[in-house]
């Protein structure tokens, strides 16, 4: 009765927390369709006008559309997928950190006041905002850009307080029960072994979130977050300052600074998509020199061409919508021979909504 009951009670907390999340970000995301369903109606009343000089035509992909009601039964899978791992203990019941009401509030007025600005740049095709004298040179020009045509790129203080809103609503509040997918291949390497003595490290760390979910499942592993934007790992400081055992540190997962066979585990979550290829490369060629013999190295990114085939079409359309320049090249990569070039060996994928996680243990 009481195993009963306990699990009744962890179903009713998430069901209380994630609804409302996902139904928060939904919400955001209809008002945004509805607002650029306004911004082209206004365009086409007005009067013509000449785009900049960096404007530049675009492919135009005639692939099925996804039935809207198949996306969020999708969305509800991963949902259900999350709570299993929750009843099974490969994680604890999470906590988003989202902030406070005001806290929200606040990032929702930043992400819609830079709507505008991005729908202009995504009209003129304008993506090199962030490529100026003072930035040229100090980090590799192709992160430079204003991926999503959003302002500052991954620069400013104002973007990383945008991202998170900006990733939620464009995976309709899911973007966290995506992260927490890659969760379960690290409980495999990290079971029955003392957290304190063990080296994790999360390459592209961003705003923290995912450092967080681990922290929450593992506090006294010893952690470290590696990312190309001070202000974003300034974010991540203030997100994770309840934690001990945390490292962050501005540097390129291109060249990790830290010895060989540091570390038990590697993750890298929604990055992959935004490096060339050369880049990607490089990144998986450094995973497999910091990680200790036996480490497991998890890549959690987009869905690629035929891992689901309902979902092809919006993977082709998807650079229509935002500047992902390399993701064409991404979604028909193939890792698993990148990945055992520098010795690492792939162990599965498993698809989780539009993401998928992959998983890679270097060879003792």
């Not at 919400?27 to 109606?41: E, F, K, N, T």
């Not at 492919?59 to 099925?64: E, F, G, L, M, S």
């Not at 806290?103 to 003129?124: C, G, I, K, Q």
């Amino acid at each position: 009765m009481s195993n009963s009951l306990s699990r009744m009670a962890t179903r009713l907390a998430y069901v209380a927390t994630q609804v409302p999340r996902v139904a928060w970000y939904v919400g955001h995301d209809y008002l945004m369709r509805q607002l650029a369903v306004q911004a082209r109606s206004g365009r086409r009343n007005s009067e013509p006008r000449t785009d900049s000089a960096s404007a530049q035509p675009r492919r135009v992909v005639n692939a099925p559309v996804l039935d809207q009601w198949q996306i969020y039964a999708d969305l509800a899978a991963l949902l259900a997928q999350d709570l299993a791992n929750i009843e099974a203990g490969l994680y604890p019941l999470p906590d988003d950190h989202d902030g406070t009401l005001l806290t929200r509030l606040h990032r929702s007025r930043l992400f819609f006041d830079d709507l505008p600005a991005v729908h202009r740049r995504r009209e003129r095709n304008a993506y090199r905002e962030v490529l100026t004298e003072a930035t040229a040179g100090r980090r590799p020009e192709y992160y430079l850009q204003n991926f999503h045509y959003q302002s500052g790129g991954w620069l400013t203080e104002d973007s990383a307080d945008r991202y998170d809103t900006q990733v939620e609503v464009l995976f309709k509040g899911s973007a966290n029960a995506m992260r927490r997918q890659a969760l379960p291949p690290l409980r495999e390497v990290f079971a029955g072994r003392d957290q304190r003595r063990l080296q994790f490290i999360d390459l592209a760390c961003g705003t923290g979130r995912f450092l967080d979910f681990v922290k929450q499942t593992w506090p006294r592993l010893r952690v470290v977050g590696l990312d190309l934007s001070e202000a974003y790992c300034r974010h991540a400081r203030r997100h994770l300052n309840r934690w001990s055992r945390v490292n962050l540190t501005v540097g390129n997962a291109e060249a990790i600074p830290a010895p060989d066979n540091s570390f038990d585990a590697a993750t890298c979550i929604f990055t992959f998509h935004e490096l060339p290829q050369q880049a990607r490369g490089n990144v998986i060629r450094e995973c497999a020199r910091v990680l200790k013999p036996g480490g497991r190295f998890v890549l959690l990114d987009s869905l690629q061409r035929g891992d689901v085939r309902d979902y092809d079409g919006i993977l082709e359309r998807f650079p229509q919508n935002y500047h992902e320049p390399y993701y064409g090249s991404y979604i028909s990569e193939d890792f698993s021979a990148i990945a055992r070039r520098f010795g690492l060996m792939h162990k599965r994928d498993v698809t989780a909504f539009v993401s998928k996680v992959m998983v890679f243990d270097k060879i003792r």
